[in-house]
């Protein structure tokens, strides 16, 4: 769902980058430090933070804390601190946009095809939402009434945050974090470009991103037909139904977690997310089509006042 794509940086010391399969994408991990040693061993470092996520956060693995949720009715779980940290950090999304983002939309999910049928999960109940989910102490979570959880719009986000602090925590003096189009970066500055809603193939100039983080959320990839109809894994959490494509969403914040969660808040309603983005501190630009001018697109960016237009170079560029 999140495409930003990012030029990497000029290299200062020993620097190195490497990727690998998690999270249901690639992961690129970049750092530079001392010695070329401690560059590996810092993303060595970074990679099993990312891969811990993996494991507790997927909708896939039975053994994951999700799962385990999943299957728990209104028994109270007891799950590891990353999953409370992730839900705790849901609901806040969840409370600043006023229900927007909600991680029990996984039935929505698996109806078009998104996510697997597992047969041994009870069927939720239709009125169970965000604000169902039980936050106790001792890293213990409730769900009160039946439903189905999925981290997927937010878990990706968090993993970026904790690979950078693992970076940061193994003394580098950069680090660089992709996650298909989540990224956060410290220690310099890359200039970030996103692909063009009607043309993937296609990049423009986003901005210069420094010491922060930027996720993108469009359907360019993601969008398929069911029933007749075109679908995408970014649910309306107030309709319960797949937005529409033809539209790009980045977020710009301190933590990815929050970028990567309120991608899902704008893309669905673009206007009722600016005090959502104004509670984290994040900003937003938004890519939609251009109805007086076909295969073109237009850019707005959000603000204090509200959304203002964005002149984005190339936005023009691509034929109808």
């Given amino acids: 769902m999140s495409h930003a794509v990012c030029a990497p940086s000029t290299p200062g ?5 490497r990727a690998r399969p998690l999270l249901g994408t690639l992961v690129e991990i970049g750092a530079r430090g001392a010695s070329a040693q401690a560059v590996d061993a810092a993303i060595e470092r970074a990679f099993a933070a990312v891969q811990t996520i993996h494991d507790l956060m997927s909708y896939h693995d039975p053994a994951s804390d999700v799962s385990r949720l999943n299957r728990a ?19 806040d999304v ?14 929505e999910l698996v109806r078009h095809g998104y996510l697997p049928r597992h047969a041994d999960l009870a069927q939720p109940a239709p009125e169970a939402n965000w604000q169902h989910i039980e ?28 690979a950078i602090r693992a970076l940061r925590d193994a003394g580098m003096e ?15 500055a890359e200039p970030i470009h996103v692909r063009h809603p009607h043309a993937a193939t ?8 420094e010491d922060g983080a930027v996720a993108t959320s469009a359907t360019y990839y993601s969008a ?3 029933d007749g109809r075109e679908v995408s ?8 139904k797949p937005c529409a494509g033809g539209r790009s969403v980045s977020v710009l914040a301190e933590r990815c977690a929050h970028a990567d969660a309120l991608t899902k808040v704008v893309y669905a309603d673009p206007a009722a997310a600016l005090a959502a983005l104004q509670r984290f501190g994040a900003h937003a630009v938004v890519l939609d089509a251009d109805l007086d001018a076909p295969g073109h697109c237009r850019a707005r960016a959000s603000g204090p006042g509200g959304w203002r237009e964005l002149a984005l170079p190339g936005a023009e560029a691509v034929a109808g």
Avoid at 143 to 161: E, F, T
């Fill in 13 to 17: 010391g020993h620097a190195g980058t």
């Fill in 73 to 91: 009715g209104a028994d109270c779980v007891a799950v590891h601190p990353h999953t409370w940290d992730v839900l705790a950090l849901a609901r």
């Fill in 94 to 107: 969840a409370e600043a946009s006023g229900g927007r983002f909600d991680v029990s939309i996984a039935p």
């Fill in 135 to 162: 936050l106790l102490p001792g890293d213990r979570v409730r769900l009160a009434r039946p439903l189905h959880l999925d981290l997927g719009g937010i878990a990706k986000g968090y993993a970026v945050d904790c």
């Fill in 174 to 188: 950069a680090g660089r974090v992709n996650a298909g189009g989540d990224l956060r970066l410290f220690g310099g």
């Fill in 202 to 209: 296609h990049l423009l100039p986003l901005c210069q991103l």
């Fill in 224 to 226: 398929r037909e069911v």
């Fill in 233 to 240: 894994p970014l649910i309306d959490a107030a309709t319960r």
